[in-house]
């Protein structure tokens, strides 16, 4: 396995001791203050962590004065420049500032693309599995679902199977690259392929792409923007800075539109979705600290987080029962645990109730039909968090197995390409 390089002087900022339970359970109401003081939660996608201290210093120095503006539409021009600038050097794509609209959220930011090329009786193709937001923005246009499979065992997403799910009525292609649930970070020939099948039929493609520097070497995430060699216009890349610099709170989204006058429109829709002002002054100057100044940061957390992706796989696939690959991008983990004889949701209700560790259940309303089996776990946390969690599970799932441990062989990990 290839190593990553070591940033030993920024890694005490993810020793055991950065985990407060105590703070995380006053300030984290969807992860540690949704469950009991005696509950582990392995559940939202949210980094138990401080963020970078210089985005700190930026929002509080924008605040300093009590003075909270709106902030303008299409943000500061600062900011998309920056990051433009950013998107460019890093993954070679969104060097037109005129392109990039920031919006509060990557959240905002994908259900504006789908309100702005969606309608009602429209169909759009979403991966399956795949994270609720993208089902839950086709439903609120009035378009319907169209799943395609994503092999939960490889991450290979079935192209064949794309291509036969394209008709008249498709009006949009929906990608998840780095992929939530799965961890995958699609190559360059499926991603080769998506772009040719949606070329072919003139759909335009949404790629969510805000897990693209959440990658574990030897992996590399390539946008597909990069791949639109034909010009097509059709590419709306959305990604944002919450998952690259653990700021969930601040809502930092954006798109990079394929053409100015697609970056018009998109605001449009987002003043429908009543999301006008775009981020809030002191979140700007948050991102463009971020942008400017917090990559150490970055790379030193990637460092902890291969390591406790490594420590969190070798783990589980040690409980009988589980299976679970060794993903290339995301802080999530999808184990298959449908050998264990359970429903995933009733896998989530038994870990909350033996274990007191929760989890997201692999249901239809969480990733769609495909998910079921599975359960996602969320390592951005210590070691120390993590060990206990597992060492919790390996117990509590010893009770299912007939005649303890002994009773079920672990399974082991699947391939993943």
Request: proline share 8%; with cysteine; glycine share 8%.
């Amino acid at each position: 396995m290839s190593s990553v390089p070591r940033h030993d002087a920024l890694r005490s900022l993810f020793d055991d001791a950065r985990v407060r339970p105590d703070l995380l359970r006053r300030r984290s109401p969807v992860r540690w203050g949704a469950v009991p003081s005696d509950v582990i939660p392995l559940t939202a996608a949210e980094p138990d962590f401080p963020g970078p201290r210089v985005v700190r210093d930026a929002v509080v120095e924008a605040v300093a004065d009590g003075y909270f503006p709106y902030a303008a539409p299409e943000g500061s021009e600062e900011l998309r420049e920056t990051f433009a600038e950013v998107a460019e050097a890093r993954h070679g794509i969104g060097n037109h500032p005129d392109r990039v609209v920031p919006a509060p959220g990557t959240a905002a930011a994908l259900w504006g693309v789908v309100r702005l090329l969606c309608g009602e009786g429209d169909e759009c193709i979403v991966l399956d599995p795949v994270d609720l937001l993208f089902g839950q923005a086709v439903d609120a246009v009035g378009a319907r679902r169209v799943y395609c499979p994503v092999d939960k065992n490889t991450g290979r997403l079935d192209t064949d199977r794309l291509a036969s799910l394209v008709n008249a009525r498709t009006a949009l292609i929906c990608l998840c690259n780095p992929h939530n649930p799965l961890g995958t970070v699609f190559d360059e020939a499926t991603l080769r392929a998506v772009e040719e099948i949606a070329a072919a039929h003139r759909v335009p493609i949404l790629s969510d792409e805000v897990w693209n520097e959440i990658v574990y070497p030897p992996g590399k995430h390539i946008s597909m923007a990069r791949l639109d060699t034909g010009n097509s216009r059709r590419i709306y890349t959305v990604t944002g800075l919450s998952k690259t610099f653990a700021l969930p709170g601040l809502r930092m989204g954006f798109v990079i539109a394929p053409s100015p006058g697609a970056a018009d429109a998109l605001r449009l829709a987002f003043q429908r979705l009543g999301a006008a002002y775009s981020m809030t002054p002191c979140t700007q100057a948050g991102a463009l600290a971020a942008l400017r100044h917090g990559w150490s940061w970055r790379d030193a957390f990637l460092e902890h987080l291969r390591d406790m992706r490594d420590y969190c796989v070798d783990r589980l696939n040690a409980i009988p029962g589980f299976s679970c690959g060794r993903p290339d991008g995301t802080y999530v983990l999808f184990p298959d645990v449908s050998a264990l004889g359970l429903s995933s949701r009733a896998m989530g209700e038994f870990l909350l109730a033996k274990a007191r560790v929760a989890v997201v259940p692999g249901t239809a309303e969480w990733f769609g039909p495909a998910a079921e089996g599975n359960i996602r776990i969320s390592y951005a946390t210590s070691r120390a968090v993590l060990e206990e969690a597992l060492h919790r599970i390996a117990g509590a799932v010893a009770e299912l197995v007939p005649g303890g441990p002994a009773g079920l062989q672990a399974t082991g990990a699947p391939q993943r390409a």
